[in-house]
T-cell receptor, first 113, second 109 residues
């Protein structure tokens, strides 16, 4: 079975550029999560979608970050404009229902120069 | 106080040894508990859920102590492939998971 699929795997770009991260959750999962992981702060929940609807975006750092889920099989996380402090690994995860274990994608390693 | 606290380690053990470590959580209302493992530069992967009665999965045993609010993981007959960071995960609300910072285990030949 296909797991959570994220793209790109790596992204290196200059500050000020727009960055778009993509995620395809596991088919049939109705909950989708975006996380950010850094050495200093560990894993942080950015936003949670349930049935394609954003339920909790309290973890989104600031207005430069936005996320969408236009359908059950696709979500994007956008950073515009990007800054060096956004450099991190961004994970997408999905679960069958909101209280079930979450399954993570391979992550996107983002470097903002 | 952090919601989930773990001993960061590292725990350096020889192959075949038993290694055990705990994590503590602060929210007494938590209902779901998990251990994830994360290899270097990889994604977290679910190792096992933790049930009130304790549970085993092969060489791995997880225990939950609600009264003292801690979870433990024991690895028997450790293998080189067990080297990883083990994340203690506790739900805060129905969907929010709190991740510990991880305990690093290194198994040496």
């Amino acid at each position: 079975d296909a797991g959570v699929i994220q793209s790109p795997r790596h992204e290196v770009t200059e500050m000020g550029q727009e960055v778009t991260l993509r995620c395809k959750p596991i088919s049939g999962h109705n909950s989708l999560f975006w996380y950010r992981q850094t050495m200093m702060r560990g894993l942080e929940l950015l936003i949670y979608f349930n049935n394609n609807v954003p339920i909790d975006d309290s973890g989104m750092p600031e207005d430069r970050f936005s996320a969408k889920m236009p359908n059950a099989s696709f979500s994007t996380l956008k950073i515009q404009p990007s800054e060096p402090r956004d450099s991190a690994v961004y994970f997408c995860a999905s679960s069958l229902r909101e209280s079930q274990p979450q399954h993570f994608g391979d992550g996107t390693r983002l470097s903002i120069l | 106080r952090k919601e989930v606290e773990q001993d960061p380690g590292p725990f350096n053990v020889p192959e075949g040894a038993t290694v055990a470590f705990n994590c503590t959580y602060s929210n007494s209302a938590s209902q779901s508990f998990f251990w994830y493992r994360q290899d270097c530069r990889k994604e977290p992967k679910l190792l096992m859920s933790v049930y009130s009665s304790g549970n085993e999965d092969g060489r791995f045993t997880a225990q939950l102590n609600r009264a003292s609010q801690y979870i433990s993981l024991l690895i028997r007959d450790s293998k080189l492939s067990d080297s990883a960071t083990y994340l203690c995960v506790v739900n805060r609300d129905d969907y929010k998971l709190s991740f510990g910072a991880g305990t690093t285990v290194t198994v040496r030949a």
